[in-house]
């Protein structure tokens, strides 16, 4: 039988696996759709899903998992507000380089505000993946300068660093469910709210025509994405730090140019292979050589009982 450890590098690597192949998906679908009411739409389809799948964590859900969720959620909907408003100005490949950028952003945070002492082979393995990134998604002429999506985006690798930290400080004293269901519906909840301020001052007019990129593009993140993703990541980050967290989803531009490759037939030139061979690596390095101990002195890898709240 798979360990629980296992079970968890699995789970995130299959987060992985559903972002990375809805990237191309998401900026498609901007054609039709402003980034608010997509991000309203999308989180308030998977938030609905969740409730029901979830129903029984949340029974009984107390003020403190509320507030709990409520911060992940915060940190939830401001990244997706930077990745989907960047992806506008800038390309897939780029974007997913800058987001993936947090494989570095989330050790640099806890080693400065959270005074954490983080592993040598934690910090060696965050930097493979960082330079793989670099290989598999900039194209070899650079990236040309930057234009006003890029620092936006990088907005959205800061948040999520935030994102996974702060689900490993609260998934040892509340339920997976509620904390997965809260966030989610917390960013849904956010973007209706922003909505009419938005189109009040003209910031951004809202825009929705429905069309067949943009349903399937709804369905695919709001289920697999958001609903089956962070339900998954929620859930492993009981049994893997913060960073270790951030280099497996380092995989998902790996994915994605698997995906492509696959459905679009695109090719994968020996560029590709040697990102993905890095961050390959920086995985294998934090694996096997990452965990003991990854984070001292106090450790963010706790020890879960039955996972409900405390």
Known sequence: MLSKRLR???????CALIWGATFVAVKDALADVSVIVYIAVRFALAAAAMAIFFRRSLRGITGKAVWAGAQIGFCMFTAYVFQTAGLKYTTASKAAFITGSSVVIVPLLLAVFGRRRINVWIWAGALAALVGLYFLTVPPEGFSGLNRGDPIVF???????????????????HSV?????????TSAILATVALPFLAVTGLEPPRLVWTGH??????VTAIGSTAIGFSFQTWAQQYASPSHTAILISLEPVFAAITSWLLAREHLGGRVLLGAALILVGILLAELKGHAPAIAPESL?????DGEDS
Do not use: N
């Not at 968890?8 to 299959?14: E, H, K, M, N, T």
């Not at 907005?155 to 004293?173: K, N």
């Open 301 to 305: 890898e706790p020890a879960i009982s």
């Open 214 to 219: 943009l349903i399937f593009a709804v369905l």
């Open 177 to 185: 469910g509620a904390l997965a269901v809260v966030q989610v519906a």
């Open 155 to 173: 907005g959205c690798a800061v948040m999520f660093a935030v994102h996974m930290i702060l689900i490993s400080r609260h998934v040892e004293h």
């Open 8 to 14: 968890a590098d699995l789970a995130l690597g299959f």
